[in-house]
């Protein structure tokens, strides 16, 4: 990594003993807990319930780790002094060296979407998109739409809150109670469908279609190219692979390969 990029890692408290010897100078270890209000509490504090993932707000109800989990990087833009915010999924590997300050040209931030709408029958995930889109105020119809989920994504933190913004003049509550009170939830669509169709000066961003990351969605993905094939066929703008933790891929030939990989882009 180069540029002026600063590391964040945002884990459970029960979880921080296993990460806290990895702080440094460009990196700070998190706690889910101190960035969330004080109304949300972690139920692995309660001896009699063992699920670690489970939350609780009077104001919400019951919310498990991945509906916290989006509320989170929500909740960044408001933590953190940098304008420019870029979410990498904990199974994404770097595999060739990454500039963040590609992400911002001529003073506009980067944003992704397909490069086309998807209709109905043929979107990843359409449910999302519509929860996202009735969310926002726009009915429950978001179709034809453009995905905007990846496994690398930007955003430009100031947007984020005029999206949270946005959502509390609507709902006229707290944005982390309207949408920790929705199970289907989407962060992603939630921007990028705020930044396309209710946002109304974009001079600040810059759209693009190219992805950071080559993703193995499902078992298909690496089963039409074999491991070493997959990491070795990057598209020019692409800098790491990702690969769905539920895949079930062997750690050591994930390491031998991801090892192979960027051996093989450092001298290229």
């Known amino acids: 990594m180069s540029g002026p990029w ?37 139920l692995s504090r309660i001896p009699f319930v063992n699920s670690r993932s489970l939350w609780f707000s ?23 002094e940098e304008e420019g915010l870029l979410y990498c999924d904990s199974d994404v590997f770097f595999v060739r060296p990454f500039d963040v300050s590609t992400l911002v040209k001529d003073g506009q931030f980067y944003y992704y979407s397909t490069p086309y709408p998807f209709l109905r029958d043929y979107a ?9 889109c009735e969310q926002l105020g726009m009915g429950d119809d978001a179709f034809p ?14 947007t984020v809150r005029a999206l949270c913004e946005h959502l509390e003049k609507l ?3 707290d944005w982390r109670v309207t949408l920790g009170k929705k199970f289907i939830l989407s962060e992603y669509s939630l921007y990028g469908l705020f930044v396309d169709r ?25 089963e039409v190219l074999n491991l070493d094939e997959f ?5 020019a703008p692409q800098v790491a692979v990702g690969f769905q933790s539920f895949l079930g891929l062997k750690e050591r030939d994930l390491e031998r390969q991801l090892r192979r990989a960027i051996e093989k882009y450092k001298s290229s």
């Open 231 to 235: 990491c070795d066929t990057l598209a």
């Open 124 to 132: 990843p995930n359409p449910k999302y998109l519509d929860a996202a």
């Open 145 to 158: 739409c453009p995905s905007y989920v990846e496994n690398i994504v930007a955003w430009h933190a100031p």
């Open 58 to 80: 009077f104001k919400t109800g019951f919310m498990i780790g991945w509906q916290v989990q989006q509320l989170v990087k929500l909740q960044m833009a408001f933590e953190l």
């Open 198 to 222: 209710i946002l109304q000066d974009k001079s600040h961003l810059v759209h693009s279609g190219e992805t950071f990351c080559k993703t193995a969605w499902s078992a298909v993905d690496v």
């Open 6 to 42: 600063h590391h964040y890692i945002i884990v459970e408290t029960v979880d921080l003993v296993l990460f806290e010897t990895l702080a440094s100078n460009r990196r700070t270890i998190l706690e889910m807990e101190a960035v969330l209000p004080a109304s949300f509490y972690h």
């Open 171 to 173: 709902h006229q509550r």
